[in-house]
């Protein structure tokens, strides 16, 4: 893949604040591309720098976590996010209340 079209989701995905989260096609539609949620997932599972790309705050359509979170497993994802203030229910984020708001980007102003 692209380290470009990585670099861009890894920014983004730097933008979302302590205690919202983003789910995959969030970001690839603020990527450019709904089709690349896929490929968000390989760009956070790659992830160079988990102290500055918080990838935790990344969770799929439902609001669930990740069972392979690539930084220590599904649980290791709900410790960082409840240390945020992310309140989770049977492993799942209420969507309607922590999600990140973002809906358009400058990126390509």
Known sequence: MDNG??????D?????????????????????????ARVVGYALHANPDPEHIPCHRVV??????SEAFAFGGGNRQ????????????DGAVDLNKYRWNRVTT????
């Not at 079209?5 to 890894?10: D, E, K, P, R, S």
């Not at 709900?78 to 203030?85: C, D, F, M, P, V």
């Not at 400058?106 to 102003?109: A, C, G, M, Q, S």
């Open 78 to 89: 709900i410790e960082l996010l409840e240390a945020e203030g992310v309140i989770l229910t």
């Open 5 to 10: 079209v990585f670099n861009l989701i890894y």
């Open 12 to 36: 983004i995905v730097k933008q979302i604040p302590k205690g919202k989260v983003a789910t995959y096609g969030q970001i690839a539609a603020l990527a450019g591309n709904r089709r690349l």
């Open 106 to 109: 400058d990126f390509f102003l």
């Open 60 to 65: 799929n359509r439902l609001g669930q976590v």
